[in-house]
């Protein structure tokens, strides 16, 4: 299967409670990360993550869909060519 590009955006609603399962899940898709750009909103307590991989659409299925299970994360995975 053909790799393309794709950015995904993880928002963390909680810090809290759901930041180290998505960084645990980050680490184990290294791989495929080519671009990860984070900002904490420490005040509001919420996190914005931006990350580009070259992937799969089974990889990038696989990822964004384990990233959605965690509670207080969204997702949304595009193509980028």
């Known amino acids: ?3 393309r590009y794709y950015m995904i955006n993880i928002v963390v609603l ?3 409670s759901a930041y180290n399962q998505v960084n645990e899940l980050l680490h184990q898709y290294a791989n495929l990360i080519k671009l990860r750009v984070g900002y904490p909103v ?8 931006f990350v580009v991989v070259k ?10 869909g384990k990233l ?10 595009t193509l980028v060519k």
């Open 68 to 77: 959605g299970k965690i509670p207080k994360v969204k997702v949304k995975s």
């Open 55 to 64: 992937a799969t659409n089974d990889e990038v299925g696989s990822f964004a």
């Open 14 to 16: 909680d810090r809290e």
């Open 42 to 49: 420490e005040e509001e307590g919420f996190a914005v993550i």
């Open 1 to 3: 299967m053909e790799k």
